[in-house]
């Protein structure tokens, strides 16, 4: 077992620390998310956590055992974690398979156990290459195998795929995803890219100005944020003014079944921000029959296959409104449709 | 109207053509015949020390070779070099290291401290150490040639730094390193390339150096062979010596040919780069400001000390050099640095055209006959040329052309970089243009071509003239009776200890020596240049 406690983490230089009190738990063998835009301290966080940066408060713990704390600063190289780096950072003077042996005893480095690490990311035809002649996918595969042959109790990842273009990041993301689960490690991965965040990981902690904002699983984060800015970090979002009624919001779209978001109090009759999914929002064409809804005007369709996004004017809003509907309907531009709310939105209190 | 545009057309096609087909051959003919011209020139030092060691009488070459002296001047030589090496790489890596990868306070102005050692050349410094403290022999020599040449070492592994990928420390670190074995196994092999090729530069400085060896009294190969000639009038024991040093050169240069293209192959593998996190120094930043400050003192404050000393002692004695000396003796030093880069300039033009333009093995063979002037030592090439003179062709002998000539072949290595660099940043795309537009090759040139590289060609030749200036052992056999440079000055009245009087001579060379340090360091540093630009 070997379950990651992060508490209390304040790091950075002493005039302004980048990081201002964090605090989570990674169960073991499961995958936490980082998420946070750049410069929010993300990668200072998984520096603290590797050792590389001393925190100047709070602990690290693994297992009941504090690598970092008041007093205490374990080394990073007796600290049993691995790191994958941003730019995979191979050895360039080592082939692969000697990236992949640099943390085993000097007998072992190009036995077996090198030669299955690298079978499991499926490099094993590759073992005398050099690092120059890999492609990027490969050399993340090459270093997720080097953080793992040393048997960490935790794996950190630092944006590992954002070197990588998307039709490539996709495929690299589900491979090493599928890895980290066989080897059932406890895995940090630090991003700003919230697709990855939600796809990936079992639990995402949001990180904002060096203050964690929320953690959660994918789904409550993006089903409940706790925060406005949050909930138009993680996906889109349409943000509508509104006044409170008691499990409903009156606006632009008329009455609108909705929540308030944790931690929020209203009084009936106060001012709101609604807040929406581009999938919550339901476009008829006129006439059809939809059920009730605000007469729209159609300004663009971006049209993907499986769905559609549809931008549409709605009165009384200024800006534009997007809609994500199945692709199964044409939408002529400049037409007037229906537009609808199929779930209850959530409600923040204006601050 | 119909046959007026055929014969439009007719014409077109019919006028460029043939004249193309006649010049263009022509030309390339005349630019690889001079490229073939000037690097057999080039070679001229080198194959006559070989010739006139051929022609010596063979028990006396094996006299020579047997000497008992020939066997403590090459263990002298190349502990000497060692020595310097060493010492080189290891401040030359620490430095480097402190200044890219710690948050010393002040790197950028300590970057420029630590460059300013180029710009006083060796045998100034000597004479700042002689003039001023005990030191002499082994000590001195090792002394002051490492403080010069630690440069050379600590600019191009700082270039290597700042590329290196810091990352792979880090997982390292993770990787059970230590600190210092994650530097040793995970950077130090990205970095190993650039520092060695500065230690190779170093080593062939230190075998080449003759002012400071000779002024320290220290008994190495370049000044052994100025006494056998000078003094004991023993020409093949001078010349078979020059040709074991010329061996030693080209070796030297070789292995720093063969090491910059390794460093080229290693390549990145990164994508992305972060930017590193620095070493926090804490406490032991005092230590690193104390080790910086007295390398600095060293190699700055001494031989400036030394001058400030002399040049104000000087206003009351007065018996020393009067103005006009000084002032004939810089006006013949930039009249035969001139004829020298002048000479330098002509022979490279061909060859760096040639390799610029026309990759072949003729480039090739051309541009690698350049760089003997890097490997042999100064000593060398002025003796060689000093036999040359006198068998071949007496009435060049101690004449103005011949040290021109010297010049030339010492410093056509950097007159080669120049050009073709310079010629390479011309887009061949331009030329291109220029051809459709009815120029011929050799209009193109003119017009287009030689237009936009002349900037950086003519920076290269004024480099090639300052550096010319402080050159002093070919000087010292070339130069025409009764005619003195500031090099030759100082090292005369150095020799014979009136410091006073070499003051303003070293005040002179160190400000001529400090343009080409200054204007090159910066591009060494940010790994646009290679340092032996700065030898």
New interface residues.
């Given amino acids: 077992m070997s379950d990651l406690q992060v508490r209390k983490i304040v790091a950075g230089y002493d005039s302004a620390p980048v990081l201002r009190g964090i605090t989570f738990t990674v169960p073991h063998g499961s995958l936490t998310a980082v998420l946070g835009p750049s410069g929010s301290g993300k990668?200072t966080l998984l520096?603290v956590i590797?050792?590389?940066?001393r925190p100047i408060e709070g602990a690290i713990v693994i297992d009941g055992k504090v690598l970092s704390g008041p007093r205490v600063h374990v080394?990073?190289?007796?600290?049993r974690?691995?790191?994958v780096?941003?730019?995979?950072?191979?050895?360039?003077?080592l082939d692969v398979l000697a990236n992949v042996g640099?943390?085993l005893p000097r007998a072992q480095r190009r036995a077996r156990k090198a030669l299955e690490l690298l079978d499991m990311v499926g490099m094993s035809d590759y073992a005398t290459r050099m690092?120059?002649e890999?492609s990027?996918g490969q050399?993340h595969r090459v270093?997720l195998a080097?953080?793992l042959?040393?048997e960490?109790d935790v794996v950190?990842l630092d944006e590992p795929f954002?070197?990588l273009d998307a039709a490539l990041r996709a495929e690299v993301r589900g491979q090493v995803r599928q890895v980290l689960r066989r080897a059932q490690t406890t895995a940090v991965l630090v991003t700003h890219d919230q697709d990855e965040a939600l796809s990936m990981a079992d639990q995402v902690a949001v990180v904002d100005e060096g203050r964690l904002v929320q953690v959660g699983t994918p789904a409550e984060i993006y089903a409940k944020p706790v925060s406005r800015w949050l909930a138009q970090f993680v996906g889109g979002a349409l943000v509508l003014p509104g006044t409170w009624n008691d499990g409903a919001v009156v606006g632009p779209l008329g009455v609108v079944p909705a929540n308030l978001a944790d931690g929020h109090v209203v009084r009936p009759g106060d001012i709101v921000d609604l807040v929406l999914r581009p999938e919550q929002l339901s476009v008829c064409a006129m006439g059809a029959g939809g059920g009730p809804g605000v007469i729209a005007l159609v300004r663009d369709v971006a049209y993907f296959g499986h769905d559609a996004v549809v931008t549409v004017d709605l009165p009384g809003c200024e800006q534009p409104v997007q809609a994500r509907v199945l692709g199964d309907q044409q939408w002529r531009l400049d037409s007037e449709v229906l537009v609808g709310v199929r779930s209850a939105g959530l409600a923040f209190a204006r601050e | 109207m119909q046959t007026a545009r055929f014969t439009a057309a007719g014409d077109l096609e019919a006028t460029p053509d043939p004249r193309r087909r006649l010049r263009a051959p022509g030309g390339r003919l005349v630019l690889r015949a001079s490229a073939v011209v000037a690097a057999l020139l080039a070679a001229v030092p080198l194959v006559y020390l070989v010739v006139r060691v051929a022609q010596a009488d063979g028990s006396d070459i094996i006299d020579a070779l047997w000497n008992a002296r020939i066997a403590t001047l090459m263990v002298n030589t190349v502990g000497l070099v060692l020595a310097v090496s060493a010492a080189c790489l290891v401040l030359g890596v620490a430095t480097a290291w402190l200044l890219v990868r710690t948050d010393l306070p002040g790197r950028r102005a300590w970057l420029v401290t630590s460059s300013l050692a180029l710009a006083v050349p060796s045998y100034v410094a000597a004479f700042g150490w002689i003039a001023t403290t005990d030191v002499r022999g082994f000590w001195g020599a090792f002394l002051v040639l490492t403080l010069c040449n630690l440069p050379l070492v600590t600019l191009p592994t700082i270039a290597a730094l700042r590329l290196a990928n810091s990352a792979s420390e880090d997982v390292a670190r993770t990787l059970g390193r230590t600190r210092w074995r994650a530097f040793i196994e995970a950077t130090w092999p990205q970095i190993r390339p650039a520092a060695f090729a500065g230690v190779l530069l170093v080593a062939l400085y230190v075998l080449s150096d003759f002012g400071s060896v000779a002024l320290m009294r220290y008994q190495a190969f370049t000044w052994a062979i100025q006494v056998a000639y000078e003094s004991l009038f023993d020409r093949t024991l001078a010349a078979v010596m020059s040709v074991v040093l010329a061996m030693m050169g080209i070796a030297l240069v070789a292995a720093e040919r063969r090491l910059r293209g390794g460093q080229a192959r290693l390549g990145s593998t990164v994508a992305a780069r972060s930017a590193p996190t620095l070493v926090t120094l804490g406490r032991w930043r005092w230590l690193a400001h104390g080790g910086l400050g007295l390398l600095a003192a060293l190699s700055l404050g001494v031989p400036l000390g030394a001058l400030a000393r002399y040049l104000l002692l000087r206003t009351e004695t007065s018996t020393a050099v009067s103005a006009s000396d000084l002032l004939a003796d810089a006006s013949s030093t930039v009249g035969l640095a001139a004829a020298g880069a002048a000479v330098a300039l002509a022979l490279a033009l061909p060859i760096g055209i040639l390799a610029a333009r026309f990759r072949s093995r003729l480039a090739t063979v051309t541009e690698s006959a350049s760089y003997l002037g890097l490997a042999l030592p100064g000593i060398v090439v002025g003796l060689s040329l000093v036999f040359f003179s006198l068998n071949v062709a007496p009435m060049l002998y101690q004449s103005v052309w011949m040290l021109a000539f010297a010049y030339g072949v010492l410093f056509l290595p950097k007159a080669v970089g120049a050009v073709r660099t310079s010629i390479v940043q011309v887009e061949p795309g331009l030329e291109d243009v220029a051809r459709t537009m009815g120029l011929s090759p050799a209009r193109v040139w003119t017009r287009v071509t030689a237009r936009i590289a002349w900037p950086g060609i003519g920076a290269g030749v004024l480099l090639v003239a300052l550096t010319a200036m402080k050159e002093l052992p070919a000087t010292l056999l070339l130069r025409p009776t009764g005619t003195e440079t500031l090099a030759t000055s100082l090292w005369r009245l150095t020799s014979g200890t009136a410091y006073a009087a070499a003051a303003p001579y070293a005040l002179a060379l160190i400000v001529v020596a400090a343009v080409p340090a200054l204007l090159l360091t910066r591009e060494v540093a940010g790994g646009k240049r290679h340092p032996e630009e700065t030898l």
């Fill in positions: 990668s520096r590797a050792g590389l940066n080394a990073p190289e007796r600290r974690i691995g790191l780096p941003q730019d995979a950072a191979l050895f360039p003077h640099f943390g690092p120059g890999l990027g050399r270093a080097r953080a042959a040393t960490p950190l954002s070197a």
